[in-house]
């Protein structure tokens, strides 16, 4: 994989933000149990890949399936915080 900007947002000597979740993720692979987190600026490491994951988003917990295509992102990119604008019909019109 490339340097892009993602991985070279943090500074080198600091490394990836990886957090312990407090439980076995290869357990979690094998029975679709997913991790609820509230930590949006964790790294996706290659050992999370095949997991679920309910990641916070300030109101709830959206699902997150993480494939092969994720690693080296975080968590919270794959989480919308903010919902789409929609100009709203009047029914009288």
């Known amino acids: 994989m490339l340097a892009s ?3 070279r947002a943090r500074s080198i000597w600091k490394g990836p933000n990886v957090v312990d979740f ?3 993720l290869e357990e979690c692979v094998k029975t679709q149990a997913p991790v ?3 930590v949006r600026s964790a790294t ?3 050992r999370m890949v ?3 994951f309910l990641v916070h988003n300030g109101k709830s917990y959206a699902s997150v399936n993480i494939t092969e295509d994720m690693i080296g992102h975080k968590l919270g990119e794959f989480a919308p915080t903010r919902k789409p604008f929609h100009y709203r ?3 009288n019109r």
């Open 22 to 24: 407090g439980v076995n």
């Open 36 to 38: 609820k987190t509230m």
């Open 5 to 7: 900007r993602i991985l």
């Open 44 to 46: 996706i490491l290659p």
């Open 89 to 91: 019909q009047t029914k």
């Open 50 to 52: 095949g997991a679920q």
